[in-house]
């Protein structure tokens, strides 16, 4: 990637916390957002117990993502799209950070999956709640839903 896009993919990850915070109305202070760099996890919020790390992942189609990056010159024939959103999960809770703080994961989407909430959901659901991960809480924004989907017991 180039450092350009590195700086819009930072943007692009603060914008959705900042949205999800909005949505959720989950007690964390957007003021306080900040960008960290791996082997941290994406982003540290302060919350009322103190600050909390943030990994986010895009549940986004790749078939999409480049029509959509094309514009002008998008594709006009058809094109096979399929749910990411297993294989993104999967990935996201096989790997390791180094934090003080209590990891979160927000996967969210943001137009660039055909996948509706209501699919996306129980899909990923039973993914985090069968493996071990860093996380002690997984959240969901989607077009329609913003929710809890799963919390370390």
């Known amino acids: 990637m180039t450092a350009r896009s590195e700086i819009e993919k930072a943007q692009e990850e603060i914008d959705a916390l900042r949205r999800f915070i909005a949505r959720s109305g989950v007690s964390l202070d957007a003021s306080t957002i900040e960008k960290r760099t791996p082997p941290e996890p994406d982003l540290l919020c302060q919350g009322v117990e103190g600050p909390i790390a ?55 989407t943001d137009g660039r999956i055909i996948t509706p909430d209501d699919v996306i959901i129980p899909t990923v659901t039973p993914i985090l709640e069968s493996r071990d991960g860093p996380y002690r809480k997984a959240w969901f924004m989607g077009e329609e839903a913003t929710c809890l989907l799963w919390e370390a017991s």
């Not at 790749?62 to 959509?68: H, P, S, T, Y």
């Not at 990056?69 to 399929?82: E, H, L, P, Q, W």
């Open 54 to 108: 943030f990994e986010l992942a895009n549940l986004c189609d790749g078939e999409i993502a480049k029509v959509l990056a094309a514009g002008a010159r998008a594709r006009t024939d058809a094109f096979y799209t399929a749910d990411p959103s297993e294989a993104i999960v999967r990935r996201k809770l096989s790997l390791t950070y180094e934090t003080h703080y209590p990891i979160e994961l927000l996967l969210y």
